[in-house]
């Protein structure tokens, strides 16, 4: 019988829908986080969430054939180490695009309506109605700002369409199909922070991604502007973020993503009403859970009946010994 470890951090309703989906002849093992990770040794698939893993992670998993990321950032796996081992690792690419381009938007929303603030305050019994008017927005008209155009910054341009507002977008890639179909225009990084009412963060975590939001890049953007990052917390530096909050150089954040997850209890940014976070939600949801499951035991039945894995899906493919025939399909 054939195993599958499901490894890191999943809610006991996830775990319990992972043991139910696996396919017939399989076997499912709990290893919650790295201190299990000897459990990993006769394992053959591995379903990971948040938690890293390395080359040395695998170095006796002899029966190992595939790392399956729950997701689709994997900043914290050994992609390199492990290919070299002649593992694949695969992602759910898009699977999360839905579900975390609507949470962008609500960010932007409940910033721009101060729903946390009129929320908070009814519950107390002071009644806002007026308070908030002179500085609540409406999207309509506005121009968002969206650094990268993948599966999440597409369908978060794709919404917005519906709201009236002004889209631009810069990206490594050369998305001109896509824009000019979706009529959005490209620009400079430099341009889009000067010019966007709301900047919009959509690229994973990459060393040269690291603390693309800075400082200096924070003092380019409006007084009025507004931030949102639902990708990862150390695309943003989060002291500068603290700063330029509390001294107006921009107006708001919300924030999805964070530097350390869960942050400490007396983070900064908690004490400011003009940023909104959310505990990295932004793919979870019930309806979206199934989604992600079937696609995690689609590769896993992928690599067990020799069949090619998605292109978009194999992210390690250049540093495997032996490599994968691989198809382009969504």
Known sequence: MKTIAITGPFNPATRQALH???PEGFDVIDVPDESAYGQLKNADYIIIRTIGLKKEDLQDASNMRLVQKWGAGYDRIDVRGIGELNIPVAICNGVNAEPVAEMA???MLALYRHFLAHNTKLRQN?????EYS?????LQGKT???IGLGNIGMRVARILKGFGVNEIYTDIVDKSELANSLGIQVTTREKLLQESDIVTIHVPMTKENYHMIN?????MMKPSAILINTARGGLVDDEALCEALRDGVIAGAGLDALP???PAPDWPLFQMENVVITPHTGGNTADNEANMIGRCMENILRIENRRPLRTRDLVNNEYLISKLETEDIL
Do not use: F, N, Q
Request: proline share 7%; charged share 20%.
């Open 134 to 138: 002179p500085k609540s927005y409406m």
């Open 215 to 219: 400082r200096e890049a924070l003092h």
């Open 260 to 262: 350390s997850e869960p």
């Open 20 to 22: 139910a989906a696996a």
């Open 144 to 146: 968002v700002g969206i």
């Open 105 to 107: 938007v609500m960010h």
């Open 126 to 130: 002071i009644w806002t109605k007026d």
